[in-house]
Structure formats: C-alpha cells, structure tokens
C-alpha cells in the first residue's frame, strides 16, 4: 500500500458531527464545535476509531469515565478512545509534528506532575480525572475523563501521540493502542521474556495481541485459553505454540503438561473470568508472575496461602504506560505482529450504535469493531 502524501495545509471547519452520551445508553448524534489546539497540542482529524469493551461498559454503566469527578451520563460527554486520524493543525510551539502526519493515540496524558508521571506511569497519575475548573492539572484520558473519538477532531498533548508505520491502513492503526496495553503488561511481567514461558487466558482483543507481543519478544511456548475455537484459532494465527479450549478440557492439566509438571514463568490474566486469578496463580511456577490486564466485573476469591507460599507476584495493569504503545507499533512496523487478525467489522461513524451492537452481542464473529470517523 502507498501512504498518502502529507498535505501542507487541510481545511479546518467550526463544527462537527460528534456521538454524545446521554442517559445511559442513550447517543445521540449532534453538532459540537471542533476543538483548537493549546501550547503542546496538536487537532487531529479522526480517521478511525475501534471499539472497546470499556466503551461498552461507558455507555451503559457510566464507570470506569469519570466527568468533572461525577458519571458521564448528560454531560455533552463523547466517549471512544482507541482511534488514530492526522495531525491537521499544530498548537503554539509544537514542532515534534507536522501537518498531515498520520498518528496513532494513547489513550492517557498524566499531568506531567505528578509522582507517577515523573514516573512513565502515566496511566496511573495521581492527579487522575483533575482537569476541569479549579482542578485542572492537565491530566486527559480520552473518553474517559475527557472527550473521546466517536467525533470527527479531537485534540491531544504531543506526548500521547505515535507515528502510524509507513503504509499501514486506518483500521489496522486503530489496534496500536491496544497492541500497547498487551505490551505493557509484558513490561511488568518482567519485559526479557526470551525463552521464558507464558499463558495467556483470555482471547479478547489484548489476549489475542498478547499472544503476538509475547511471541514476537521471544517467550516459548505461548499458550493461549479460551472458550472459543475460532478465537483459539486466530491466537493461533499470531503466534500461540498452543491452544486450550477451557470449555473442553482442564487448563491445568494442559499446563502441567506443556510445562513439564512444574508451571509457567508468567500468566497474563485478560479474561475478566471469576476464577481466573485464583486459576492464574496455580498456572505459575514457583517464583512465577501474573499480570491482571482484564476489569474484572466483581470480586475474586483468592487462595492467598498458595500465593506467600510460593512466592508468587501479582501485577495490576492499566492502560497502555511506560511509552508501551510506541513500541508495539515499531513491532507492528517491523511485521513481527499482525494485528490487522483481530480486526473484523468496520462501520462509518453515522453507524455506531450498528457497530457497539455488533461488539456487544459478538455478532457475525466481532472481535473488533472499526468506526470511519469521516464517513457520515
Ligand atoms: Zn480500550
Ligand atoms: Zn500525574
């Protein structure tokens, strides 16, 4: 694929289409005016956007958005947060960037002030949600704390924004922050994850890039769990060494079988499952790491004599922190991860509540659900 040229200047209009979110599940498609870009932004033009299950979660129940310190619900609030688009103006004294230049989002910019972001962990900034009014220390989470992408522009500090590889489509750039998330949580695992064993459970989009972020950084064997045979499959197609239908057959069993009887080094947990905590920390070896990736939906039980006994480690993630993203697209860039697999539905933007459906209800096999902002 060619990329297209940069051009110097793109027309900026006053107004655009933007989805907002009323009571809950309740989007309604309005006029809002476009954004401008302060001191360190950039406006990008939104070309593309996926649909996340924490958008889901948003629109129906509110958390984990956060507006003004209050739920998200009829406050003019526009969610979406996994989107890429073009650099099409350039605030006061931006010069990383140019006009044109295709770029792929993170999600957070912390305050740049605190502990945590002084830190790199910036999606853990103390200051969190603090960006309004009185509060306003700077901290953005799109289409958390902030507007997000179900709109036509946005604007975004330099700091959260990734170069798309050369040649690579809209749709396929979308998945570069979750691709980050996958990667972070093999940083906090450890990061030198050559020849070290790893299963991941959960084949959702950050299980699926999981696996691909894992095998392309060396770990062996990858083992993927699931409970769908055509997710299984497409693990398969990134790089999982095995599969396990959890539906079909016992995890540990499996494990204790591909591990030689002793466990793996490291599980990273993103199936949100009741008892996958308790199930990651009996797949580890003694010593062994788990990183929890998934919000899970209610509290687990937890078998906490097994883990000081064996000296266990658990990690928490969130978002995609430690400039994880840019990373993952380097080894998208490099064609060590296909990410373009989990990609299997697009819907341009007047169709949204068409595409949240279809990943809500996982129809015709959607895994993850593209919006064409552009598209009306
Ligand atoms: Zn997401
Ligand atoms: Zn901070």
Redesign the pocket.
Known sequence: MIAKPAPSSIAIPTTMKAWVLGDPDELTLVDKPVPRPGPAEVLIRIDAVAI????LEIISGGTPALIEGELPFNKNFTPG??FMGTVIELGPSVDEFAVGERVAVE?HAGCGRCERCREGMYTSCLNYGQNYGQHDKGHRANGYTTDGAFTQYAVNHVNTLVRVPEGMSDETATLI??AG?AMYGLDVLGGLIAGQSIVITGAGPIGLLAVGVAKALGASPVILTDLVDERLQIGLKLGADHVINAGKESVHEAVARLSGGRGVNYVFECSGAPNAVDDAVKLVNRGGRVCLGAFAHEPALVDVRHIVSNNIYLYGIRGEGQSAVKRAAALMAQDKLDAALIHTHTFPLSELPTGLRYAREKLDGAIKIVIKNQEI
């Open positions: 996340c299950a924490t958008d947060h996994e999600i922050v979750t998330t």
